[in-house]
């Protein structure tokens, strides 16, 4: 029997965010036959970002628009979530496993008194149940997980279930409803954004991540560059942090940012085991380093042995010259 899935969708200043369509292929797989339900909050119209969602696979779309809204908080859009949750009473919910996701589904699940699957990267159904794959120890290791009582309840990571594609011809009720967001609490005065240009580091398909090596912030440069080329995002080591060449919004590991993309190239960066918790499951990992021993080629499925410095500028002559 289908079952209903609701989809808590995620947008950022009118764009949704690519894990919104990830968790609604997810979301397919567990509602069978049943409904995809998305529901997205704000404080403008977003009947059109509701459409969207129906264009890559919702059955139909909540929207919660209220001033209280503008800016995330826990405790507005967990009111205004619930609120549909209890009009819907869902038997599955996802979400992706972002900021956002990882501070309200906990709140959520609590709320619910239903178990919560936090970052899965497969979704499938075996033998009735709908086993979650996600990985542990700082991804040396998977681990199945089900939920047999209650909600079904988890989050996606990022850059692992393909999204369906975007069909405009799929049809799907947009409905707007009203929810009387009160009490918050916390006030946010002021958000600054550290990277706000170019692509998000956690949805990039393409990353070039600079390590020690790359020895001073106008070392970063060629790798700005070489991520502009190939439409990629530039993402740190905790090294290349620490000593001060670049943003801590950029690191990537175990205390920095978990990514998954298809690409990821690391320059001159040594591979260390909290680098690795962050980076090594991205689908194909190319090093760059002048020490031959370096942990990183462990990982790497290709490996370039020598100076960045000479190696970074003539990779970025030669996708120019074949167009990437
Ligand atoms: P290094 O280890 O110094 O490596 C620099 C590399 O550059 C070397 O391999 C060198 O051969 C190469 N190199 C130098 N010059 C060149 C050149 N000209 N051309 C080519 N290659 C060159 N680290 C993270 O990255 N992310 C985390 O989230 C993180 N969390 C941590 C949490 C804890 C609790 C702890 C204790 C540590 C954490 N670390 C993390 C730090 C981690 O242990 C390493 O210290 C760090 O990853 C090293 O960064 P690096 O590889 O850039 O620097």
Redesign the pocket.
């Known amino acids: 029997m289908g079952k209903k899935v609701l989809v808590i969708g995620e947008q950022r200043e009118g764009t949704l965010r690519n894990v919104t369509f990830e968790a609604i292929a997810a979301a397919k797989t567990i509602s069978g036959d049943g409904e995809v339900v998305g529901v997205l909050c704000g404080s403008e119209d977003l009947s059109s970002l509701g459409q969207e969602m129906v264009a890559y696979g919702a059955d139909r779309v909540i929207t919660v628009s209220n001033e209280a809204l503008k800016q995330y908080t826990s405790e507005g859009f967990g009111q205004a979530i619930m609120a549909v949750i209890q009009d819907e009473n869902p038997e599955g919910i996802l979400m992706g496993h972002t900021a956002i996701g990882k501070d309200l589904t906990p709140k959520l699940a609590s709320k619910l008194e239903t178990g919560l699957i936090s970052d899965a990267t497969v979704v499938e159904e075996t033998g009735g149940n709908f086993v979650f794959t996600r990985p542990i120890y700082s991804g040396k290791a998977f681990e199945k997980k089900i939920i047999t009582d209650g909600v079904i309840f988890a989050t996606i990571r990022p850059n692992n279930i393909p999204a369906l594609d975007k069909d405009e011809s799929r049809t799907g009720e947009v409905t707007a409803k009203d929810v009387d967001v009160k009490d918050i609490r916390t006030i946010i005065q002021d958000v600054i954004r550290k990277t706000s240009e170019g692509v998000d580091l956690s949805e990039a398909k393409i990353i070039v991540a600079?390590?020690?090596?790359v020895?001073s912030s106008e070392g970063f440069e060629p790798l700005e560059e070489l991520a502009n080329v190939l439409g990629g995002a530039v993402g740190?080591?905790?090294?290349?942090c620490d000593a001060g060449y670049c943003d801590y919004s950029l690191?990537?590991?175990?205390?920095?940012k978990v990514v998954t993309p298809d690409l990821y190239i690391a320059?001159?960066?040594?591979?260390?085991?909290?680098?690795l918790?962050?980076m090594s499951n991205s689908k194909v990992i190319v090093a760059?380093?002048?020490?031959p021993e370096?942990n990183?080629f462990n990982v790497a499925d290709y490996g370039i042995v020598?100076?960045?410095?000479d190696?970074v500028p003539k990779l970025i002559e030669e996708m120019k010259q074949i167009g990437v």
């Open positions: 600079g390590g020690r090596g020895k740190a080591s905790r090294g290349a690191q990537i590991g175990q205390t920095g320059v001159g960066i040594s591979g260390a085991i909290q680098h918790a962050g760059i380093n002048k020490d370096a990183i020598g100076d960045l410095f190696v």
